[in-house]
Structure formats: C-alpha cells, structure tokens
C-alpha cells in the first residue's frame, strides 16, 4: 500500500508524456471516449471502492481546477469529497471524537472490578456518580473491555481456592495419617492445622484409634482453642470411617461446623495434606520410630519446630507463630555475618540463628 502511491505517480508521468505530443483534437476525441466509458461503468457499480493512494493521487490532479469546473466533471467520487480533502489539513479541528477518560477514573474502574467481581460496568457507574465522578456508563464498558476483563456474571463465580482465602481464619482442618515403627507396629496420628495461622497441633497418636479416644481428642481440642482464644468456625475432615458421630458432636456443641470433603477429592483438604507430606519428608521419612512414646516426642519436636521456625511460603516465609524480623541494611553487619546451628532430634532438624 506505501508503495502504490509512487507507483501511481509514475503512470501518471508516462502518460503525460504520452499525451504530449498530440494534437488537441485527438485529445478531445480520447476525453469523450472515456467519459462515455466512465458512465458506463457508473451505471453498473453502485459505489467504487478506492484506496487512499488513489483519492491522493486525484486529489493532486484536479488541485488546480476551480470549484465550477470540478461539478462539471463525471468523477467517480464527489467533488465535495475532493474538495475537503484539499483543504483537510486547514480545516481539520485539534481533536476529534470524544476526549479520552482520565487516567485515575481509568485506574479507579479498573480497581473496583478487581476488587468487586460482582459488580458489572452500571454498578461500578453508580458507585462513581455516589463520589461526583460524571463519568458516562458506555465508558464504564469501554475501559473493561480494552483490558479483557469479563462481564460480572462470568466474574462472579466464586472457587473453592477464594472460599478458602476469605474464610481461612475461622476454619482448621484435621486429618489421620499413619506411620510404623521398627517392630512393624502401625501407628495413627490425629493432627489440626489452622488456615489462616498454618499453627498445627498433633492431637495424639494410638495403635487403635477408637471411638472414645477420638472424641476425647476433640473434647481436648476443643479446651486449647478455647484457652487460646480461638475462633474457629467449621472444620474440614474428609470421610474417614475413624471419625465416630461423638466427634462431630462435640464440635457441633462448640458452635463448630464439620464440614467433610467428597470421596476421591484430596484438593478440598490440600492444607492438610501439605503438612503431612512435609512432615513425612522431614521427619518420618528420616527417623526410625521405636514406639508410640519416642514417635510422640519426635512429633512435638517437630511441631515446636513447624510453629515458631520453619519458613512458610504462604506467609512470605515467616513462621506460623513467628514474624520476621527487620531486614539488615548495614553492611558492616552483612560483611560479617555470625550464624550458629542449632541441631533438634539428632541432626534431623535444623535451625539457625544470629550469634548474640
């Protein structure tokens, strides 16, 4: 397309060229004749299409001749049309069409939908309107679109992940998982995690996880939320026969939901199972267990361990129960830096420290 307009010019030269050296009659004669096919042409299509270099090119042409003249002639476009194009560039205002929206009404919409996802491009307009923003509804759904963001009903639908998030400091989770010791002794361990916190508390460990010893568990559980303060709401179990209808019960008379996850569906108790995997990997998977009392000192160890050392990556890298302290700026501190190790259960765990 860039290289049709010079392409045009030079066809235009040869011919003006060709056309020199004849005389005027036979100049006259080819005028009619194409004029006769340009009607021809013109009663056969509607509307010619033309490209920019070709209004260009006519418009360089026919610059030249006076407004009277230019009516006069069979053109395949308006006159009208040539003529404002002669004087486009003196005539043209500054700005056309509507002036863009401010960048902070901008930024503004595009933080209400984020922030609300049921809200659609009216609501986010009225919300506007209520703080003196006039801004039109029709730009509301201009700035969605141009940055992919869907209508609020395809946005509002709420996953199992974000439920999880907004509820995470009212609910715990709770999951049995087994382990042997060198005798070939199975071993259950109860287990609660806090979602919101990540604090994890080991309930017990038994060879015969009864009725009786499970709901006691949670009488147990019940107590340390209460002398801690804790506001829990529901908890998650999936649906483990070991979990007797005394255990929900008791929950239940604490104003704690239980809430049990479908069969086959590991993700709805992810947190969980995260902890336990960590604690397979970190701990049972490297530690000979001799019987149910060493077994339940290595997992207190461990969780002391969990609650107030290891980094968390859901909590930027903070322990559950320990923030992080003030980053070092000095460099005579970072040039020397004095860590010490400290060795918990034999060198299974570690846990470093600045030097005093």
Request: aromatic letters at 6%; glycine letters at 4%.
């Amino acid at each position: 397309m860039l290289l049709r307009l010079p392409y045009l010019a030079l066809t235009s030269v040869f011919t003006l060229i060709r056309l020199l050296p004849m005389g005027d009659r036979h100049k006259d004669v080819e005028i009619l004749a194409l004029r006769h096919q340009l009607a021809v042409l013109q009663r056969q299509i509607d509307k010619p299409k033309l490209t920019w270099p070709d209004r260009a090119l006519l418009v360089a042409l026919l610059h030249r001749l006076p407004r009277g003249q230019l009516h006069r002639l069979q053109l395949i476009v308006s006159p009208d049309t040539l003529l404002r194009r002669r004087h486009a560039k003196a005539s043209r205002p500054k700005r056309l069409g509507r002036p863009r929206t401010v960048r902070s009404v901008r930024t503004l919409v595009l933080r209400l939908a984020s922030e609300n996802r049921n809200w659609g491009y009216r609501r986010i307009h009225g919300e506007l309107a209520a703080l003196g923003i006039n801004v039109a509804a029709s730009t509301m759904w201009n700035i969605l679109k141009e940055h992919g963001i869907d209508p609020a009903p395809d946005r509002d639908h709420t996953t199992w992940a974000a439920f999880l998030r907004s509820q995470a400091h009212a609910i715990l989770a709770a999951d049995f998982f087994e382990t042997k010791t060198l005798t070939g002794t199975t071993l259950y361990v109860l287990a609660v995690i806090e979602h919101a916190t990540r604090r994890v508390r080991i309930l017990g460990a038994t060879t015969h996880p009864t009725a009786a010893w499970v709901t006691q568990l949670a009488r147990n559980m019940v107590m340390v939320l209460q002398d801690t303060g804790g506001r829990a709401k529901f908890l998650i179990r999936d649906r483990d026969a070991r979990y007797p209808a005394a255990f929900d019960a008791v929950l239940h008379a604490e104003g704690i939901g239980v809430v049990q996850s479908g069969v086959r569906m590991p993700r709805i108790n992810a947190i969980t199972e995260r902890w336990v995997r960590s604690c397979r990997t970190e701990l049972l998977d490297r530690t000979l267990v001799w019987n149910q009392a060493h077994l339940l000192h290595a997992l207190r160890e461990y969780e002391q361990f969990y609650n107030h050392h290891r980094p968390y990556r859901a909590l930027a890298s903070a322990a559950p129960l320990r923030a992080l302290p003030e980053p070092i700026t000095r460099p005579d501190r970072l040039s020397h830096l004095d860590v010490h190790r400290r060795d918990r259960l034999a060198g299974i765990l570690h846990k470093y420290q600045h030097v005093a």
